[in-house]
């Protein structure tokens, strides 16, 4: 069982591509949280923190997104030889989705009532003098 060299270098070329995706995003992965957390210090010596801390959770942020993108690139290495995700067979469970969906609208109305009951009675007390 001979294969052609371009295939060999076409194999190569991608697993190369895909371990210098994996350590530019391991790479961001440690990076960025080293930096929120130095943003986040500087901040509680700032007098205005508002920018420090926004630029910190942004960077949070970003480190999330990165972690969920590396562990969905990792598990499809690994699964890559058993079987596909997209080979999964779906079946769309509307009747718990209708329900999740009436359930948030409830929830939000809620919220909603309590804080309009908690800011608009901020009448000064009515005094009996």
């Keep these: 069982m001979s294969t052609t060299i371009p295939s060999r270098c076409l194999c190569r070329a991608r697993h190369l591509w895909f371990l210098a995706t994996i350590t ?34 942004a960077l949070i942020l970003v480190t999330v997104v990165t972690m969920v993108l590396l562990r ?5 290495a690994m699964l890559a030889d058993h079987f596909r995700l997209g080979s999964i067979p779906v079946a769309p469970q509307m009747g ?9 609208v409830i929830g ?3 919220v909603g009532w309590m804080l309009k009951v908690h800011f608009g009675s901020a009448q000064p007390p009515v005094s009996d003098r």
Excluded: W
Excluded at 96 to 104: E, K, R
């Design 72 to 76: 969905d690139m990792v598990r499809d």
């Design 96 to 104: 718990v989705f209708s329900l999740f969906a009436v359930l948030l």
């Design 108 to 110: 939000l109305v809620t």
């Design 24 to 57: 530019l995003v391991l790479i961001l992965g440690i990076g960025l949280p080293i930096g929120a957390l130095v943003l986040v210090g500087m901040s509680l010596r700032h007098p205005t923190p508002l920018r420090s801390l926004t630029i910190g959770s």
